[in-house]
């Protein structure tokens, strides 16, 4: 793990182009679709997000055979696959290798054991799967045995659970010899991602029924095409919150379109509370900082639960107490995001109070110390969530800097681009 890195930002002032990787959200789906096709999806613009490398690497060096109902697999050896920390990973890998002709032993870092798959595992199961638990149960590391005679098309699963247990369902759905209808229970969370799902899907040739609340795609094959992944639009949040705290900013984004598939480009609308203006033209979008009194009080993340963090600590730095809803899914993020939030931002006498499904900023005991440390948790948002710190506290070290790679490489050297100075510990 890289050292500590201490950012400082003398200028209140940002005026820098920055070019974000592709999207990590839209290039892992993307990746799923070209195996699933065999060879005929193209994917383009791959995200150089260590999450991404990550699952290109595995998806692209192997031979994927879907198994039809009854084939057996035979005595396959199994093989292990370490996906680290990456979520995304182990949830898509869960569902494809279900299907492939594979066993494997799915594992991951000692945090992705102690997040839960139960409820993918429960839904892969009810198809026919053959899925069992190596460790605990619920949990990661999972031994898949590849291929299976599907049991019913019919999946009932919770709306209000990730959106990625439902997305790594419908990547697979095609490729089942009875299609699948998902009959999703309750509100669904994190609907922008779902229907980025099947708007891929349906770049890739694959249809889809959505009707009240059962999603429907038949068997049917991919169609040949090229699906080019955007720049990441979580990437660009961060430079959003900059901007929020800066005296002046202007920001040119290029690559990123008012017409995005991908969920977070909501923060172009949540920021212009802060009196941040979004201008698409030029092939990319501007951002500029205008004078504005905050007035916005309540924030629903239920939809964009990857920009809280980013919210919350623009809130903090600036004093608003907002109050927050639809956070219920960070606790199971790459660490407990609203215990790490409450730790950090009490260092700062900022406190993020729980009642119920309710949360809500104090800010009546806040402080701008000269010198900050951040926790990152292993949580790359933390550490990009925290760093636009820098603009109003002196001196702000980030811990295990590297924790970055995971979505944004190259953020550090995009923040001395826009003139922040960088220091090794």
Not at 162 to 171: E, G, K, N, V
Not at 276 to 294: A, M, R, W
């Given at each position: 793990m890289k050292p500590n890195i201490i950012l400082r930002k003398n200028s209140k002032k940002v005026n820098t182009t920055i070019q974000l990787t592709g999207s990590k959200s839209e290039c892992n789906r993307a990746l799923v679709i070209e195996a699933l096709s065999q060879g005929k999806v193209k994917v383009t613009n791959v995200s150089d997000a260590a999450d991404a490398v990550l699952l290109a690497n595995i998806l692209r060096n192997q031979d994927l055979k879907i198994l039809s109902s009854g084939e057996d697999l035979g005595e396959a050896p199994t093989t292990e696959i370490n996906i680290g920390p990456a979520g995304t990973a182990m949830r898509f890998l869960t569902a494809y290798y279900a299907i492939a002709n594979e066993e494997v032993i799915l594992t991951g870092s000692e945090r992705m054991k102690q997040r839960p798959i139960g409820i993918l595992v429960d839904a892969l199961r009810t198809l026919g799967a053959d899925i069992t638990y190596v460790?605990?149960?619920?949990?990661?590391?999972?031994?898949?045995?590849?291929?299976?005679?599907?049991?019913?098309?019919?999946?009932?699963?919770?709306?209000?659970?990730?959106?990625?247990?439902?997305?790594?369902?419908?990547?697979?759905?095609?490729?089942?010899?009875?299609?699948?209808?998902?009959?999703?229970?309750?509100?669904?969370?994190?609907?922008?991602?779902?229907?980025?799902?099947?708007?891929?899907?349906?770049?890739?040739?694959?249809?889809?029924?959505?009707?009240?609340?059962?999603?429907?795609?038949?068997?049917?094959?991919?169609?040949?095409?090229?699906?080019?992944?955007?720049?990441?639009?979580?990437?660009?949040?961060?430079?959003?919150?900059?901007?929020?705290?800066?005296?002046?900013?202007e920001l040119f984004l290029p690559g990123l379109t008012s017409y995005s598939l991908q969920g977070d480009s909501v923060i172009g609308e949540i920021?212009?509370?802060?009196?941040?203006?979004?201008?698409?033209?030029?092939?990319?979008?501007?951002?500029?900082?205008?004078?504005?009194?905050?007035?916005?009080?309540?924030?629903?993340?239920?939809?964009?639960?990857?920009?809280?963090?980013?919210v919350i600590v623009v809130c903090a730095a600036l004093g608003h107490e907002a109050t927050f809803t639809g956070l219920e899914t960070l606790k199971i993020k790459e660490t407990d995001r609203i215990a790490a939030l409450q730790n950090e931002l009490g260092k700062m006498g900022v406190k993020l109070i729980e009642k119920g499904q309710v949360y809500k900023l104090d800010c009546s005991e806040k402080f701008i110390p000269q010198k900050m440390t951040i926790k990152t948790y292993e949580d790359h948002r933390m550490a990009m969530a925290f760093a636009p710190l820098a603009l109003v506290i002196p001196e702000l070290e980030i811990e295990e800097a590297a924790v970055v790679d995971k979505s944004y490489p190259a953020f550090w050297t995009d923040l001395e681009k826009a003139g922040f100075e960088t220091l090794d510990v």
């Open positions: 460790e605990q149960d619920g949990y990661p590391p999972l031994h898949i045995k590849g291929g299976f005679e599907q049991k019913t098309d019919l999946i009932s699963i919770q709306g209000n659970i990730s959106s990625q247990y439902i997305t790594a369902l419908l990547l697979i759905a095609a490729r089942l010899t009875q299609g699948l209808r998902l009959q999703i229970e309750g509100d669904l969370t994190s609907r922008p991602y779902v229907e980025m799902t099947l708007s891929m899907l349906q770049q890739a040739g694959i249809q889809h029924q959505w009707e009240d609340n059962v999603i429907s795609i038949a068997p049917q094959p991919f169609a040949e095409t090229s699906i080019w992944v955007e720049p990441d639009w979580s990437a660009a949040s961060y430079w959003y919150a900059i901007a929020a705290l800066s005296d002046e900013a920021m212009a509370n802060f009196g941040i203006t979004s201008q698409f033209k030029d092939g990319g979008v501007y951002l500029k900082k205008e004078p504005k009194p905050i007035v916005r009080k309540i924030f629903d993340m239920i939809q964009c639960p990857d920009l809280a963090q980013t």
